[in-house]
């Protein structure tokens, strides 16, 4: 079946049909306000009186009501961000261009035909990105997505991954892979180091993104965080303290350490000399609330204590079982409670760790405070020639 690429009526219509009703209501997601221009309600009004078809769908058309929930008056609950938007056409065309983008980009790690099930999906949380100023230029902010989908820089490292150093005699491998929870973006890059003895650990992935402009290339990083599923080397880990040798006061996990630094060679490899990390993401701190709040809620209704000792007492029997119940609880032990360890590894946690590598490795410079004079953190890489082996 061939991918199903979205239109921008359609786009319109879905938005004010459901996405605008979803950013209000979702319980998953914090609510959002979105205020439009009067001529965006001339569109809407012609969309309504011009349905979108496509054949073998259901499509339910725009209602009065529909328009009317769109309507500044409507929009305007308090204690809530708001989002304001200058140019509706743009604005639509983004998010069609963003979407149908989405659908090649899935398409390199999985199938994913349809662009309407992903916009469904997936495009209520792409407002989980937003800084401050995005607010004001949400189209800023969609042109910022689309030019990081569109870009293919690192695509070689997919599925298998790459070689790209060594550590203490072990070989560094560095592997793209999709970020299915699209909170932070939609690429991270993992590392996992191993001999040939098959001894195997996983570092922390890089969350990240980039965009190329006037004629220069910008990686976003937004997280350095464990995998769920991470592979734990007891001989390896203990080797990575090695890192902290001469370090006064090793605030970071040594671990967080070499995957940045790995991740900072390899971008200059390529001659990416420039690293932008947002540090104050509106919605990130509301959103892990909820998170830890449905967790707390679903877990144990989920698993009573009898039916956990029901699956354990015949293991060959329940191995799936098994296998999903210790992934929710890998899960509820990650997000419940945790929103204030969450936002501090997201903001002062993420500066501590370039700060680190920027003090111990003579491979970057921070050139401005992030928490007062920009909601990014600004770096420049130093000029490195070639992937260097940790010492």
């Given at each position: 079946?061939?991918?199903?690429y979205?239109?921008f ?9 459901s ?23 001339k ?12 054949d073998?769908y259901?499509i339910p ?17 308090d ?7 200058k ?25 994913y ?19 401050p100023?995005?607010?004001t ?5 969609l ?5 990081f989908l ?13 070689v ?21 973006t939609?690429?991270?890059m993992?590392f996992?180091?191993y001999d ?39 001989k390896?880990?203990?080797s ?35 690293i ?12 892990h609330?909820?998170?830890?709040k449905?967790?707390f809620v ?10 956990v000792r ?7 029997k ?7 119940y ?6 509820y032990?990650?997000v ?9 590894a ?7 760790i370039?700060y680190?590598v920027?003090e111990?490795?003579?491979?970057i ?27």
């Open positions: 079946m061939a991918k199903e979205m239109e009526k359609e786009v319109v219509e879905l938005f004010a049909y996405t605008a009703y979803d950013m209000k209501n979702e319980s998953d997601i914090p609510k959002v306000n979105i205020i439009f221009p009067s001529s965006t309600f569109l809407f009004k012609y969309v309504q009186e011009n349905p979108f078809t496509k073998g259901l058309n725009i209602s009065d009501k529909d328009i009317d929930n769109l309507k500044p008056e409507n929009q305007c609950v204690g809530i961000p708001t989002i304001y938007v140019n509706p056409i743009l604005f639509f065309e983004l998010l069609t261009d963003i979407t149908n983008t989405w659908l090649d980009q899935k398409e390199k790690y999985y199938s035909k349809s662009g309407r099930a992903l916009f469904i999906k997936n495009i209520r949380r792409l407002w989980l990105r937003m800084t100023r995005d607010f230029n949400v189209e800023e902010f042109q910022l997505q689309l030019n569109q870009s293919d820089i690192f695509d070689e490292y997919i599925p298998s991954g790459v790209v150093g060594e550590y203490e005699g072990y070989k560094i491998k560095a592997r793209k892979c999709c970020n299915d929870s699209w909170c932070e939609n690429d991270k993992t996992n180091l040939d003895t098959r001894c195997f650990h996983s570092l922390p992935s890089i969350y990240f993104a980039t965009e190329q402009k006037a004629n220069k290339t910008i990686c976003y990083i937004y997280a350095i965080q464990n995998s769920y599923d991470k592979k734990i080397n007891k390896i880990s203990r990575l303290y090695k890192l902290n040798s001469g370090i006064e006061n090793p605030n970071v996990h040594p671990s967080q350490v070499l995957a940045l630094k790995t991740f900072i060679e390899m971008l200059s490899s390529i001659g990416i000399t420039e932008k990390v947002p540090l104050l993401q509106v919605l990130s701190y509301p959103y609330e909820l998170l830890s449905k967790a679903s877990f144990p209704k989920n698993w009573p204590a009898e039916k029901e699956i354990y007492e015949n293991p060959s329940n191995e799936y079982r098994i296998r999903e210790e992934w929710d609880k890998t899960w032990n990650h419940v409670g945790r929103e204030d360890d969450i936002e501090f997201k903001t002062v946690g993420l500066y501590n370039f680190r920027a111990q490795f003579d491979l410079e921070i050139s401005n405070d992030p928490f007062i004079e920009d909601e990014y953190l600004n770096i420049r890489i130093k000029n490195v020639k070639k992937l260097s082996k940790s010492k």
